[in-house]
């Protein structure tokens, strides 16, 4: 399988003792944040910031971006959710919408944009041939020791491949919208080896909010939701426009917060911390959990069209999720 996993040839050891003695680490914060949708100032955002202790809420919009973005991975504090209105966009809307809400700014005079996913993103075909939907639910179960590519997970399901029950119900359920919205916690430049560190806040459990998705649509997203691991990590998706380089990222090791937001889920709870190499401006795989893969300028067309009949002949499409808790 191929792997964006792109590193720096490692000094050797006497020189890089020396640099590090020598030239402390300092983090250069996103120089002048701002938001957009599709080039709407601020755009379709929601604003979160840590308003008792422990205690994440929604703050007003007017609240300055680079205080919510001035934490790092000991420390996120607040955060910034792009398409902030994605549990109400329906299927239907998600599809047509060729709209991305994006997170822009400098680091060392170089733009970085990070920025929401459409349906046509997900759709995208990826460098190992799969989708992005299949490859982020199949990377998110490999992760836990889930074989989503053989009918031996789910016997009761036949020959049926389990993958394309998941990723039916998945879709049924408006999972895309609701993994599509990085909430962008802090994107920070090491000032000595210019590497660039992206936090994405997020669940540090996600089986409970996946579990639901699933069971929502009917008899077979409860028997795939049955088979879930517990706990589950994996953060949402962002695309990353940096250097010339487009890619999407996401990561499947979260670490504590020591924050919530009071939901169900425990929203914000674990953080996700990313890493771009400074040399490339290419992210660093294979370590931490971090993926990634390149993103196509122009994504192959949605396979949801073919999906459809097959939904309702294994009566995924039955009914809708409500809402999820703010």
């Not at 020396?18 to 604003?47: E, F, H, R």
């Not at 840590?50 to 934490?71: E, H, I, K, R, W």
């Not at 936090?199 to 795939?224: C, K, Q, R």
Request: proline residues 6%; negative net charge; charged residues 15%.
């Amino acid at each position: 399988m191929t792997r964006l996993n792109w590193r720096r040839p490692a000094l050797p050891l006497a020189a890089a003792v020396v640099l590090l003695w020598n030239v402390p680490a300092i983090a250069g914060p996103l120089a002048s944040p701002t938001t957009d949708t599709d080039g709407v100032s601020q755009g379709d955002i929601l604003k979160y910031d840590v308003v008792s202790p422990g205690m994440l809420g929604l703050v007003a919009l007017g609240t300055d971006n680079a205080t919510l973005l001035a934490g790092d991975a000991v420390s996120p504090g607040g955060h910034i959710e792009l398409f902030g209105s994605s549990e109400s966009v329906s299927n239907a809307a998600y599809d047509a919408s060729t709209t991305r809400t994006s997170l822009r700014g400098t680091l060392a005079g170089n733009e970085i944009v990070l920025s929401s996913l459409t349906a046509a993103d997900w759709a995208t075909t990826v460098s190992t041939g799969q989708s992005l939907l299949r490859q982020w639910l199949l990377d998110a179960a490999s992760a836990h020791g889930v074989d989503l590519e053989t009918a031996t997970v789910l016997p009761l399901l036949g020959s049926v491949v389990p993958i394309d029950l998941v990723e039916a119900a998945f879709i049924d359920a408006q999972g895309r919208q609701r993994f599509a919205d990085p909430n962008i916690a802090y994107v920070n430049r090491d000032d000595f080896s210019g590497d660039v560190t992206i936090g994405l806040s997020g669940y540090l459990n996600a089986h409970d909010e996946i579990s639901d998705l699933l069971s929502s649509t009917g008899l077979f997203g409860s028997i795939i939701a049955t088979a879930l691991p517990d706990p589950i990590q994996v953060s949402e998706v962002v695309r990353v426009d940096y250097l010339g380089n487009s890619f999407y990222l996401y990561g499947l090791l979260a670490t504590p917060t020591g924050l919530t937001a009071g939901d169900a889920y425990d929203s914000g709870s674990g953080i996700f911390n990313l890493t771009i190499d400074g040399a490339t401006g290419l992210p660093l795989t294979g370590v931490d959990g971090i993926r990634a893969y390149p993103a196509s300028t122009v994504p192959e067309p949605s396979a949801i069209a073919l999906l459809a009949p097959g939904l309702v002949a294994f009566g995924i499409v039955t009914h809708r999720r409500p809402p999820r808790p703010a």
